[in-house]
């Protein structure tokens, strides 16, 4: 018999929670900036939103999206969420946009989500090698 031991370090749950907080942290920043903003509706009549726009937001919304998922899967989250804010990242960047900083730091909660999953599957893969 067999009993898989849930013996996770220290340092992996807190990488985990870190992940997990900041995304939260982010996800009520951005619903506070969309709400008190008005959502996409409250542009001015003579400043109406083009395809870019609407791009760029669907890419930030799947962007949040990918920061949702990873609360619960954390390797697939990780990738939808940063595969999207590299490519709005990439966009401004083409378009010549320099001051990028706030998006950079978009991609931290991603990159913790991909840590974590990293290091809970190699422990769970000498855990199973030990197991053997």
């Known amino acids: 018999m067999n009993a898989k031991v849930n013996a996770n370090p220290l340092?992996?749950?807190?990488?985990?929670?870190?992940?997990?907080?900041?995304?939260?942290?982010?996800?009520?920043?951005?619903?506070?900036?969309f709400i008190g903003e008005g959502g996409t509706w409250s542009q001015p009549k003579n400043l109406p939103l083009g395809f870019r726009d609407y791009a760029l937001l669907s890419l930030f919304g799947f962007y949040v999206v990918g920061l949702v998922i990873g609360l619960w899967r954390e390797g697939l989250g990780g990738l939808i969420s940063i595969v999207f804010m590299i490519t709005q990242i990439a966009i401004l960047a083409s378009e010549g946009h320099s001051h990028l900083t706030y998006f950079y730091l978009m991609l931290v909660p991603s990159l913790l989500y991909l840590l974590s999953w990293y290091f809970h599957r190699m422990l769970a893969r000498k855990q199973s090698q030990l197991g053997q």
Do not use: P, Y
């Not at 749950?13 to 920043?29: D, G, P, Q, S």
């Open 11 to 33: 340092w992996l749950k807190i990488l985990r929670w870190c992940a997990r907080i900041i995304t939260i942290l982010f996800i009520v920043f951005i619903l506070g900036m």
